[in-house]
């Protein structure tokens, strides 16, 4: 291990796992008719219904000054085995009915790792509604009595690394 390069050395150490479930990748702006069919609606419907408890995000460009107001970009679903990735950077407002019924069903939690005073701007600002039963990771840990709330610190505390590129 001393022959072999640092930097090398230092990429083995931090070797990190992979999520080998599925990914789905939609982009909103393909979806034609009223049907709204696109890959993954049954896997959500399915969640929903289920009430089953969803990992969630959402991301937007960064809003350079303070005047700018950039929409949410891209909505993110996940699950032990899946996650689904919706685009919304040319839809912009709309979100596919069964989208919508996720995000504000009481019955199905959300958890996620910030919802903040800029997360509600956004998806009030964006979608022109709140979401329903959203919970943060950092409060659920508290209340199971975790000293570290953080996700890499929750993450390694059941034995899995994590890596975010910044």
Partial sequence: NAT????????????????????ILVD???????????????????????????????AWTHDRDKDSD??????????SSTVLLLRTHKTRHWLPTVVAKALQADSCRKVCVNFDNMERKKMENTFNFMPASVDELADLAKRKGLEDK??????????????KDQ
Avoid: C, Y
């Avoid at 070797?15 to 479930?21: L, R």
């Avoid at 950039?70 to 699950?79: G, K, R, T, Y």
């Fill in 4 to 23: 072999r390069p640092k930097q090398q050395q230092d990429e083995q150490d931090e070797q990190v796992e992979e999520f080998k479930g599925k990914t």
């Fill in 28 to 58: 909103l702006a393909n979806i034609t008719g009223n049907m709204e069919d696109f890959d993954g609606k049954q896997w959500l419907e399915m969640r929903v219904n289920a009430r089953q408890t969803l990992g969630w995000h959402i």
């Fill in 70 to 79: 950039n929409p949410v970009a891209l909505v993110q679903f996940a699950d």
């Fill in 150 to 163: 953080s996700l890499r610190g929750l993450a390694e505390r059941f034995g899995h690394k994590v890596r």
